[in-house]
């Protein structure tokens, strides 16, 4: 009878022994689920570094006014009221820069009286 309760231990060990290593949520499946990480961590690295370089410019735009005016120059072409925009000819600008601001730019009109200089 003891040698029946030895045996019967050693089935139950064995079935736990399959259980852990070649089971559903074993160790196999452990190794697969940290290769699956491993990649997705490098695939998410470039994104990680994409928005912490966009966190950092949504800070700056809430707190600084330097930025935003800086944008709006860059981006749309924007003049402030207490400065002056001048044109000059044969220096290349946007054109998109010129429609956004057609209210500030004014090109230099030749009379056809005038000729130029």
Request: aromatic share 6%.
């Given at each position: 009878?003891?040698?029946?309760?030895?045996?019967?231990?050693?089935?139950?060990?064995?079935?736990?022994?399959?259980?852990?290593?070649?089971?559903?949520?074993?160790?196999?499946?452990?190794?697969i689920?940290?290769?699956?990480?491993t990649?997705?961590?490098?695939?998410n690295?470039?994104?990680?570094?994409r928005?912490?370089?966009?966190?950092?410019?949504?800070?700056?735009?809430k707190?600084?006014?330097?930025?935003?005016?800086?944008?709006?120059?860059?981006?749309?072409?924007?003049?402030?009221?207490?400065?002056?925009?001048?044109?000059?000819?044969?220096?290349?600008?946007?054109?998109?820069?010129i429609?956004?601001?057609?209210?500030?730019?004014?090109?230099?009109r030749?009379?056809?009286e005038?000729?130029?200089?």
């Amino acid at each position: 009878m003891h040698k029946w309760v030895v045996v019967a231990l050693l089935v139950v060990l064995g079935l736990l022994q399959y259980t852990l290593w070649l089971g559903n949520g074993g160790w196999r499946d452990l190794q697969i689920v940290e290769q699956r990480v491993t990649v997705q961590e490098e695939a998410n690295l470039p994104m990680r570094e994409r928005n912490a370089r966009l966190a950092a410019e949504v800070t700056d735009l809430k707190t600084g006014l330097d930025a935003i005016e800086e944008r709006a120059r860059s981006d749309m072409g924007m003049v402030r009221s207490d400065e002056q925009f001048f044109w000059v000819p044969g220096v290349a600008i946007t054109t998109e820069l010129i429609g956004i601001n057609a209210g500030l730019v004014v090109q230099p009109r030749l009379d056809r009286e005038q000729s130029p200089p």
